[in-house]
């Protein structure tokens, strides 16, 4: 099976590992410490019959933080896919570390570019900037509606810190509704906004 994976990088150092608890029953995370909670993730659902395409959306940072994270994602990827015997390409979407239009409009059209058809899809938007979520979730609604994809996934480690600031727990998220709620309200067809609170109301609360 096709699968794509869509992941951020941090544009900070020294990123700590953790064990990441799932929050979800339906989705199986790997017990050992991890810096990117996909890779707990994916070490529970791919088999070597699955073919992995991952694409890391990497911000430029003045520091080039973002090189040796990419180090790292990829020595944990690897612990997992070489045990497996799953081929898996990477390309990387590199995008300069500001917030202007053409960024922003960069980065969907590579996405767009770089999904392949009939592919499931599982994003991780754990770290990265505030406008990649928003990006990603654009690019997934393309792909759904037009390139035959499932979104199998949107993911996010949430962290608990000390007072030192170091993580000292994580829980892995499904923020999957969250996709879906911006489709329900785009669904919402009515001739006053007062039907329309009340048709969305009533579709979130089903």
């Not at 969907?108 to 058809?117: G, S």
């Not at 499931?120 to 990006?135: M, Q, R, S, V």
């Not at 979730?137 to 393309?142: E, I, T, Y």
């Not at 996934?153 to 892995?172: P, R």
Request: hydrophobic share 40%; proline share 2%.
């Amino acid at each position: 099976m096709k699968k794509t994976i869509i992941c951020s990088l941090p544009f900070k150092p020294n990123v700590d590992k953790v064990i990441y608890e799932s929050t979800d029953m339906s989705m199986k995370v790997a017990n050992r410490e991890v810096r990117f909670p996909v890779n707990a993730l994916l070490e529970g659902i791919i088999t070597d019959e699955d073919e992995l395409k991952v694409l890391l959306l990497v911000k430029q940072d003045k520091n080039n933080f973002y090189e040796k994270n990419k180090e790292f994602f990829l020595e944990e990827l690897y612990q997992v896919t070489d045990k497996l015997h799953v081929k898996v390409g990477v390309e990387y979407i590199y995008t300069e570390f500001s917030q202007t239009r053409e960024v922003h409009e960069s980065l969907l059209d590579e996405l767009i570019d770089n999904i392949e058809d009939d592919s499931h899809i599982l994003a991780d938007i754990t770290y990265g900037p505030k406008d990649e979520p928003i990006i990603i979730f654009a690019a997934l609604k393309f792909a759904e509606k037009h390139l035959n994809c499932d979104i199998e996934g949107i993911i996010y480690g949430l962290a608990q810190f000390d007072d030192n600031h170091h993580v000292v727990e994580g829980k892995l998220c499904d923020m999957s509704s969250l996709f879906y709620l911006s489709s329900v309200a785009d669904s919402i067809e009515c001739t006053t906004s007062e039907k329309a609170r009340r048709m969305m109301k009533a579709l979130i609360s089903v």
